[in-house]
T-cell receptor
Framework: AQSVAQPEDQVNVAEGNPLTVKCTYS??????LFWYVQYPNRGLQFLLK??????LVKGSYGFEAEFNKSQTSFHLKKPSALVSDSALYFC?????????????FGAGTRLAVHP | GAGVSQSPSNKVTEKGKDVELRCDPI?????LYWYRQSLGQGLEFLIY????????KSGLPSDRFSAERTGGSVSTLTIQRTQQEDSAVYLC??????????????FGPGTRLTVL
C-alpha cells in the first residue's frame, strides 16, 4: 500500500539558516509526490510537485524539494528560512490504486522559524 | 471564482444535530475532494467526485456522512446526528481533472466544525 511518512512532528530553525523538512514514501511504482503548506487559519496551499525529470524541484516561496529514489525520500528545503515560513507542512503521494489524483498525506510537520 | 471557497467558516452544533458544509470549487475544475483534518492529525480522505462519474466514497467514516455534487460544481457534505468525534476541520479541494496526471489539488480554507 502507498504511504508517506514525516518523521518529525516539529522542526525548529533560526531565521536565515537553511531548513529541511523530511518526507519518505512507499509506493509500488513511480511516485507522484507533493508538498503543501498550511498557514494558521488558512487552507492548504500547493508548494511543489515531483512527477518526473530533474530530481530537484523548485516551488513557491523559494522552497525546493529533492527526490531521492534510492532513499525513497522527498525532503523539502529552503536555503534561508524566514519567520513567515512558520507553518504546518504536509507531504503527499498519489494513491496509485485510485487511478486518479487521490492523495495520501503525511501527518504533517510543524516548522517554527525563530528570529 | 479565484479559489475554492467553503461555507460556513465555523460551525458549532449540538450533538445529534445534522450539519451541511458547502464547497464551491474553482471554475472549470472537474474533480472535487473532501478531507477531514482532526486536531493534531493529518488529512483524512473522505470522498471524491469526478464529473458525472459515481463518487469514490471509500473514505467516509460512517453512514452518517454523505455528500453530493450538483451540476458538476458545488458540493455539500452532510453529517447526520453529529457526534463529538466529528469535530474537525473539513477541507474541500478541487483539481482540473481527476486523471492520474499528477496535478496538484487546490484547497479551500476549510470549515471548522465543533460538536458540543
Amino acid at each position: 500500500a502507498q504511504s508517506v511518512a514525516q518523521p518529525e512532528d516539529q522542526v525548529n530553525v533560526a531565521e536565515g539558516n537553511p531548513l529541511t523538512v523530511k518526507c519518505t514514501y512507499s509506493v509500488s511504482g513511480n511516485p507522484y509526490l507533493f508538498w503543501y503548506v498550511q498557514y494558521p487559519n488558512r487552507g492548504l496551499q500547493f508548494l511543489l510537485k515531483y512527477i518526473t525529470g530533474d530530481n530537484l524541484v523548485k516551488g513557491s516561496y523559494g522552497f525546493e524539494a529533492e527526490f531521492n529514489k534510492s532513499q525513497t525520500s522527498f525532503h523539502l528545503k529552503k536555503p534561508s528560512a524566514l519567520v513567515s515560513d512558520s507553518a504546518l507542512y504536509f507531504c503527499a503521494v498519489r494513491d496509485e490504486a485510485g487511478g486518479y489524483n487521490k492523495l495520501i498525506f503525511g501527518a504533517g510537520t510543524r516548522l517554527a522559524v525563530h528570529p | 471564482g479565484a479559489g475554492v471557497s467553503q461555507s460556513p467558516s465555523n460551525k458549532v452544533t449540538e450533538k445529534g444535530k445534522d450539519v451541511e458544509l458547502r464547497c464551491d470549487p474553482i471554475s472549470g475544475h472537474t474533480a472535487l475532494y473532501w478531507y477531514r483534518q482532526s486536531l493534531g492529525q493529518g488529512l483524512e480522505f473522505l470522498i471524491y467526485f469526478q464529473g458525472n462519474s459515481a463518487p469514490d466514497k471509500s473514505g467516509l467514516p460512517s453512514d452518517r456522512f454523505s455528500a453530493e455534487r450538483t451540476g458538476g460544481s458545488v458540493s455539500t457534505l452532510t453529517i447526520q446526528r453529529t457526534q463529538q468525534e466529528d469535530s474537525a476541520v473539513y477541507l474541500c479541494a478541487s483539481s482540473l481533472t481527476g486523471l492520474a496526471g499528477g496535478e496538484g489539488q487546490f484547497f479551500g480554507p476549510g470549515t471548522r466544525l465543533t460538536v458540543l
